[in-house]
């Protein structure tokens, strides 16, 4: 698993990194810290505008949720921003539920989301 490519990143303008995920079940506490310790190492590398696209999951843990806490209070003590986009609407349904749509900034298309950096 450790090997497994869990993460497309994609520099879009220098700043920005549109950070797509492979799986589309992320539902593994291995898989989990995987990704989280991927996106982490590039906040530790200065990005600090990270967009999550969405639109290959269509299942996500209670842990990967924590996971993306984790990873937007991280951005939030360097001064950083992340936009998540594409979420499938199950999926979405959950982050209503948790009252997670309040804490991030949910964007129908990678395009809008990227957009709302540069206003």
């Given amino acids: 698993m450790e090997n497994q490519r869990m993460l497309e990143v994609i520099v879009t303008d220098g700043e920005v990194r549109l950070v797509k995920f492979v799986p589309s079940r ?3 506490e291995i898989q989990i810290n995987t990704i989280g310790q991927q996106v ?3 906040i530790d590398e200065g990005v600090t505008k990270i967009v999550f696209d969405f639109s290959n999951v269509d299942h996500l843990s209670s842990s990967a949720l924590g996971m993306l806490i984790t990873i ?3 951005l939030d003590n360097v001064g950083g921003t992340m936009k998540l986009c594409n979420i499938q609407p199950q999926i979405f349904q959950v982050f209503k539920i948790t009252r997670l ?4 900034e949910i964007y129908d298309t990678a395009t809008e989301a990227l957009t709302g950096f540069n206003q």
């Fill in 26 to 28: 992320i539902l593994d």
């Fill in 40 to 42: 982490i190492s590039l």
């Fill in 72 to 74: 937007k209070k991280r």
């Fill in 101 to 104: 749509d309040k804490l991030f």
